[in-house]
């Protein structure tokens, strides 16, 4: 696993954490947020990266939630990261987004949908920081070694790769496991059980999704030895104003990182 500031407990041997709200919508549930699942992984001494996205430019309708503005949310992470003595990841979406969310961020995420795109790749790789790359839903796990090749030959070795799954007919995802050994070649690998749950284009135009498989996936993942976790959250999934449908809740992620924290251990030992 790449080092990054600030992040604890790398000696444990558990996977690491990427993990928050899908959007920041207000400094008060960041930190409320934040203090939960620091207490958590510092209990079961999971490597911890609050997970916030300071705006969301892929939506389904031009009146779905945006953010609160980008420096507004962005100060948010970086008092999040200064309060817990955490790392913060966010994602990007222009290349304008890499220097600005650098001063604030220890690891920039590029979308799914976007890590194809050359420029803003590049853009976040000059920066210096960790580049988390989300496998296209439309990418082979083979074709990711050319996206962590891009951030390499952009002077950064700090690549992560983060599998969201694949689209399987126009309104569900699959997880295919076999990807994980493959992807692991290239650089770190991170599954992201929430977003990989998601039910895209329904006729409402609101994203839905599957949280009650969140626990199969995520033992799945473990089993099958992901580097990392991404998983979403929040103590309001059904009013939250991004990805309520697919996000777990609060009052369950004790529980099951306690579980898949017992998986690690025991397949350690095979």
């Not at 990266?49 to 949310?73: C, L, P, Q, Y």
């Not at 891009?150 to 990807?179: C, H, L, P, S």
Request: glycine share 6%; hydrophobic share 40%; with cysteine.
């Amino acid at each position: 696993m790449t080092k990054i500031p600030k992040l604890k407990h790398t000696d444990s041997n558990n996977f690491f954490l990427l993990c928050g709200p899908c959007a920041i919508e207000s400094e008060d549930m960041a930190l409320r947020i934040a203090e939960r699942v620091v207490k958590i992984t510092n209990d079961l001494k999971i490597p911890y990266v609050f997970k916030g996205s300071f705006k969301k430019a892929n939506r389904s309708r031009i009146d779905s939630f945006t953010g609160i503005g980008n420096e507004k949310a962005l100060k948010i992470l970086r008092k999040v990261s200064e309060t817990f003595d955490v790392p913060t990841v966010t994602d990007i979406h222009e290349t304008s987004d890499a220097t600005m969310a650098a001063e604030y961020v220890d690891v920039l995420q590029i979308p799914a949908f976007l890590v194809r795109q050359t420029d803003l790749v590049v853009a976040a790789a000059e920066t210096g920081k960790v580049v988390n790359l989300k496998k296209g839903q439309f990418m082979s796990p083979e074709s990711m070694k050319h996206a962590v090749q891009k951030v390499k030959d952009a002077g950064n070795e700090k690549a992560w790769i983060t599998d969201r799954g694949t689209m399987f007919g126009y309104q569900d995802m699959i997880v295919d496991f076999r990807g994980i050994p493959t992807m692991r070649e290239y650089a770190p690998t991170v599954l992201d059980v929430t977003h990989s749950l998601q039910q895209p284009n329904q006729s409402v135009g609101v994203t839905g999704g599957r949280p009650d498989m969140i626990e199969t996936i995520a033992r799945a993942g473990v089993v099958n030895n992901v580097d990392g976790l991404f998983i979403e959250t929040h103590f309001d999934p059904a009013n939250a104003k991004s990805d309520g449908a697919n996000m777990l809740h609060l009052d369950k992620l004790e529980g099951l990182l306690t579980n898949l924290v017992a998986i690690r251990k025991t397949i350690s030992n095979f």
